[in-house]
Nanobody, 128 residues
Framework: QVQLVESGGGLVQAGGSLRLSCAAS????????MGWFRQAPGKEREFVAA????????DYTDSVKGRFTISRDNAKNTVYLQMNSLKPEDTAVYYC?????????????????????WGQGTQVTVSS
């Protein structure tokens, strides 16, 4: 079992920055790939970024490349999403998720089906 709690969301002006954190409980965190997803009102949940269990591999959706950075600190059981140059279209509820399996990084890292634990989400609002 892995429990995930996101924090760090809020209201920010376009061009600003936020850092989201996701604190995990459970002994398997350091062996799990982690992902960030987001869901805007009326839209489906979409992939934002993923990181392998060691942190050696990261992947991003095209719209955030160069602006967002995913990282993790396995000693603190925490994964982060640093978001810079925020745009109004980044407004959404952001969720962190723990990948299925142990020391496994799916080829379909962008699919919600590859994650079996989810946090409750944190709201990010970017004003223009």
């Amino acid at each position: 079992q892995v429990q995930l709690v996101e924090s760090g969301g809020g209201l920010v002006q376009a061009g600003g920055s936020l850092r989201l954190s996701c604190a995990a409980s459970g002994r398997t965190f350091s062996s799990k790939a982690m992902g960030w997803f987001r869901q805007a009102p009326g839209k489906e949940r979409e992939f934002v970024a993923a990181i392998s269990w060691s942190g050696g591999r990261t992947d991003y959706t095209d719209s955030v490349k160069g602006r967002f950075t995913i990282s993790r600190d396995n000693a603190k059981n925490t994964v982060y999403l640093q978001m810079n140059s925020l745009k109004p279209e980044d407004t959404a509820v952001y969720y962190c998720a723990a990948g299925r399996g142990i020391k496994y990084y799916s080829r379909s890292y962008y699919s919600i089906n590859e994650y079996d634990y989810w946090g409750q989400g944190t709201q990010v609002t970017v004003s223009s």
